[in-house]
């Protein structure tokens, strides 16, 4: 692969100047790792108080989206929609890379990264954060088996291991059975993500047990629209049509079919204010949160709006989709929409007093926090790797059916756009016929 990056390189300044850019930023984000790992996250802004904030916001949006894998994994093993295969290796490899992004910020954010490896051995079965490490673990397990394939079917480990695509093909056999376990797998962290903060009755404002499912619901709108638009985005950049007009108005349809269920419960949650408990503690809060923060700005206009309805709107309408611009825009306000919202879910919780004693909010002031230079450092770094690693997938790996050979003459498969996997050149991002 070192070869081969080495002739892209040289033929295409542009993409020489986007890798270095990216290399630049992995190293920045590398020097302010080296300095937490140093001095401990005594050099952020992080406290007792507020002992989350930006990384965790970074982890828990890189898992959302990263559920593209196992929702569209299921629909095309389980569910037996061929037509979902075209999508399911860019998915698999769109989950992994957010998983490991999840990882790096996790690495970061646990204060004594030597101890990454004790809750394999010290099993705490009644704690939430637990069953989550190991689901975490055991379904990135599950997604390096699936992506195993994919990298053993590459030109550069054929070159040099010819049994690669062998093996890769009988890994591929045994998908239907590690895309049973990745859902299952998916559902239980997706949904503990939630209920970490739901089952929390001194929180008034997470104190919900509607939290596991909107976690769930929210993930897989956003992992579905981002992974399609990805796709597309992909195709505009090589210019050849990856998967067929017709998967990609099924994928849209379920992405904004979630992005509206999920959007449903959300409103649903806010309007009721509470009700499965009527908790006066968690009107004040919100009423406090209003006041004192962004948050009814950003909860309205940055999860409501333009992080759901927007790309549910353009998602399920047909002549807004049929439009490439349109689908790479609502991947780009679904990412936005998840980002705002595990910022909000998780900072609106911290930084109003704890309900422990009548009048708290009166008594105490909101906890201040704000992501110092170190941390968004931290930040930067870990989106560089993630960038990173699709850029140098989407060109070296065959993320679709066919790229194998796409690669090997220099061009992509010529077909019918309804029952092919794509070859339609492109010359700008124009609607597909």
């Known amino acids: 692969m070192i070869g081969a990056l080495r002739q892209?390189?040289?033929?295409?300044?542009?993409?020489?100047?986007?890798?270095?850019?990216?290399?630049?930023?992995?190293?920045?984000?590398?020097?302010?790792?080296?300095?937490?790992?140093?001095?401990?996250?005594?050099?952020?802004?992080?406290?007792?108080?507020v002992p989350w904030g930006l990384w965790i916001t970074v982890d828990l949006s890189a898992i959302a989206l990263g559920a593209g894998a196992f929702s569209l994994s299921a629909i095309a093993y389980l569910l037996r929609v061929k037509?979902?295969?075209?999508?399911?290796?860019?998915?698999?490899f769109v989950g992994l890379v957010g998983y490991t992004s999840a990882m790096l910020a996790l690495f970061m954010d646990i204060g004594r990264p030597d101890r990454f490896w004790h809750p394999t051995v010290y099993w705490n079965i009644h704690s939430v954060l637990w069953e989550i490490t190991m689901c975490v673990i055991l379904y990135s397990t599950v997604l390096i088996v699936e992506f195993l394939p994919i990298f053993l079917e590459s030109n550069v480990v054929k070159s040099r291991f010819p049994r690669g695509p062998q093996i890769g093909h009988f890994l591929h056999s045994l998908t239907p059975f590690v895309a049973i376990l990745g859902l299952g797998l998916s559902l239980l962290h997706q949904s503990s993500l939630g209920a970490t903060y739901g089952v929390l009755v001194a929180r008034p404002v997470w104190f919900k047990p509607s939290l596991p499912?909107?976690?769930?619901?929210?993930?897989?709108?956003?992992?579905?629209?981002f992974t399609l638009g990805i796709t597309v985005f992909y195709e505009n950049l090589v210019r050849v049509r990856k998967i067929t007009w017709r998967l990609r108005n099924q994928v849209a349809l379920f992405a904004g079919l979630m992005m509206l269920a999920y959007l449903y419960l959300k409103l649903w949650d806010y309007l009721a204010t509470s009700y499965y408990s009527h908790l006066p503690a968690r009107v004040n809060d919100l009423e406090l949160l209003g006041r004192t923060t962004p948050y009814g700005l950003t909860f309205w206009w940055g999860e409501i709006i333009f992080g759901s309805l927007v790309p549910a709107i353009i998602l399920l309408t047909p002549r807004l989709r049929k439009h490439d611009i349109w689908i790479i825009v609502a991947m780009v306000l679904a990412v936005v929409g998840i980002v705002v919202n595990r910022w909000n879910v998780t900072l609106s919780g911290l930084i109003v007093p704890l309900d422990w004693s009548p009048g708290a909010a009166e008594v105490f002031s909101v906890n201040p926090y704000r992501p110092n230079l170190i941390e968004w450092g931290v930040g930067m770094g870990v989106v560089a790797y993630a960038l990173l690693a699709f850029t140098l997938g989407l060109r070296f790996l065959p993320m679709f059916p066919g790229e194998e050979h796409e690669h090997d003459h220099g061009h992509g498969p010529s077909h019918d756009d309804e029952s092919g996997h794509g070859g339609e050149p492109l010359v700008k991002m124009t609607p597909r016929a």
């Open 213 to 225: 499912v909107m976690f769930i619901a929210s993930a897989v709108a956003a992992g579905a629209t």
């Open 8 to 49: 892209e390189v040289r033929a295409a300044p542009t993409f020489t100047a986007w890798i270095l850019f990216l290399f630049g930023l992995a190293t920045l984000g590398l020097i302010a790792a080296i300095i937490v790992l140093v001095n401990g996250l005594e050099v952020t802004n992080l406290s007792n108080r």
């Open 83 to 92: 037509s979902f295969e075209q999508i399911s290796r860019i998915a698999v």
